[in-house]
């Protein structure tokens, strides 16, 4: 009796451990691209402050496959819910933020659009690395609490609000920027009622999922932060919404306060000037190169695509493109800017400027 | 024979674990595996097992996701001693080797983040009471203390340190609390229902990720069992089963809740024992699921096993002693 049950056990136990892959070591197992980060120790950043957020690698899926459906027939969306919006290729698509901050990463067919829930950041970037198509992961790393993405073709890393590869083969490479925009959903849709929007179904979870938020009071209050964040700047609310405008490693940021009711404001900045247009739910900017710079800009939001004008009697869209007077079909150039929380763009673009009227 | 087989079994045991390069967990069953009953004053129980704790169901709230690409073990080796220094007070210490993997699987993928190390232990001061409850009851109260041994600072292969659940250690002293009742009877004199309760009180690791701090939530661990003997083959044997509810509250981090932590729990537990010699007892038991109840979104136990060997060494009698 006492043999037999030594020897079930025995084999039990063995079979126990050996069905958890004891045998795997990191670097024995394959990723799809065959390369192996870890022989990169080099990075951008300290790489004391890069950290390990908890879910892992690919812990935060990201959607490969999205699914869209047309803006008139999505009933999850509110109006005041926060959207990415993006046109390219003539297409207008919007991202819901209640997606985006359990996915954080879309792979759409030609842009991946990028979100950190943390730091209430979002990008477009082209899904263009190293002269050929891949798409991005969530490297499951944080650095000054703020989203690090990987590409799947050379494994490096991205920091998203660096706008930067900081590891990996690709270091030093800077991603190619689609314009996005972040509003809510009665803004974008009055704008675009032709967009499409992602659909909950894209995501690997029940729909009803995206109605909760993952973080829990994260965006309220004000002072709890998952990870620490340096240097950590107290000059408004952390978690601030603000749009900013980013030139050689400095920002200069406006607050959706500001524009309350609609503005258009020519403003100067790191030597450049910019014309900055929105109202309480979203903000832009475009560079007033020398054959726009003698125009007057007025703000003139009707929900419908237009958003500012000049006294030329063109009008613009809220991307910078004329759609209709003399100069129609030209785009402004958009600087780098985003919207992201105040602590973000503070702890990344140190002492950053605040505009004020 | 009987000997060879043993040897044989620890063994190959050992060779598997060494060989273990595992990584995550649910965290180190500390609070699982204390609280040996007392036997007599001056006896030695010495035990020494092997846990597997295997996550791989996800969670939300009492929803199981149907998400399969998250794989969390727990490897973990635990030495237990106890020594009854009284009648009545005995001390028992217990001490960790544990090994963690999270492995993840997505996009034909796979990521694999693992520690090892020695692991936190558990120092706890016992007092036994007998007939509390009637004839042939036992009641036993302990405190004690979760010393903070293991390592928190483990890194990744890049050299990024490892978050806090994937540490062998904490880093933090806890206080535990714990209760064991247990009753006999009359009709069945081998036949026994006992209850643990273990509360663990936990500190803050001032020193997270250098700047931060963390605390993992206070957790409670209820437990009713039933157990019987039986001679089966010549062999005694103590077949068990128990039930166990478990509660944690949600880890803190920077002094803020840590959503997606903590939850209620409730599996149940049979088990299997066998005296290979008087004072040698190898057992083994298994933890299936009943439910669970996350906060937010977890990874949420498979299934755990705990098997091992126990060793109680008795005082030499003294011949004055002998009617």
Known sequence: MKKTVLVIFGIIFIISCSSSGNNETPNDLPNNNGNNNSANQEWLIPINEVKDGGPGKDGIASIDSPKFEAAE?????????????????????AYPHAILDWHEIVNDETVTINYCPLTGSAFGWKNIVNGSSSTFGVSGLLYNTNLILYDRKTDSNWSQMLLQCVNGNLIGDSPEIVSVIETNWLTWKSMYPFSSVLSRESGSFDLEHYDRYPYGNYLENHNFFLFNVTPLNSTLPHKQRVFAIINNNMAKVYQFSDFEGGNAIVDSFNGKNYLVVGNENIINAFELTDDISHLCYEYCFDYTETFFKDNEGNNWSIFGKATSGSREGQNLITPKSLVSFWFAIAAFYPGPYIYSE | ??????????????????????????????????????????????????????????????????????????????????????????????????????????????????????????????????????????????????????????????????????????????????????????????????????????????????????????????????????????????????????????????????DNTGGNWISVIPDFSIYFKPNIIFSTQVEIPLYSNVDGIQLTPTYRLTTGLLFRILPKKNILDIK
């Not at chain 2, 001390?91 to 190390?117: A, P, Y």
């Open chain 2, 1 to 258: 024979m009987f000997k060879r087989v043993l040897f044989c079994f620890c063994f190959f045991s050992l060779i598997s674990l060494s060989n273990a390069q595992t990584c995550c967990s649910g965290g180190i069953p500390l609070s699982n595996n204390i609280g040996l009953a007392p036997i007599e004053k001056g006896t030695l129980q010495l035990g020494i097992h092997y846990d597997y704790n295997n996550l791989n169901t996800l969670n939300f709230g009492t929803e199981k996701l149907d998400d399969n690409s998250r794989l969390r073990i727990t490897h973990s080796i635990l030495l237990n001693a106890n020594y009854d220094i009284t009648k009545r007070i005995s001390i028992e210490g217990l001490f960790t080797w544990v090994s963690q993997r999270r492995k993840i699987s997505q996009f034909d993928n796979t990521n694999l983040e693992q520690s090892s190390g020695i692991g936190d232990a558990v120092l706890l001061l016992k007092y036994h009471f007998s007939n509390t409850f009637g004839q042939n009851s036992n009641l036993n109260i302990g405190i004690g203390t979760k010393i903070p041994l293991g390592s928190t600072t483990e890194t990744n292969s890049q050299g990024i340190i490892l978050n806090a659940d994937l540490q062998p250690g904490s880093n933090v002293w806890d206080l535990v609390f714990w209760t064991l009742m247990s009753k006999n009877f009359n009709f069945r004199p081998s036949f026994s229902v006992w209850s643990q309760l273990t509360y663990r009180n936990t500190g803050t690791n001032k020193e997270y990720l250098e700047n931060s701090s963390y605390k993992f939530g206070n957790e409670f661990q209820a437990y009713l069992g039933f157990t019987d003997q039986f001679l089966i083959f010549n062999a005694l044997t103590n077949p068990a089963v128990s039930f166990k509810y478990r509660h944690a509250e949600k880890d803190k981090i920077s002094g803020f809740d840590f």
């Open chain 1, 73 to 93: 027939f999505q009933t999850h969306l509110q109006n005041d819910d926060l959207v990415v919006g993006v046109i390219h290729n003539g297409e207008a698509k």
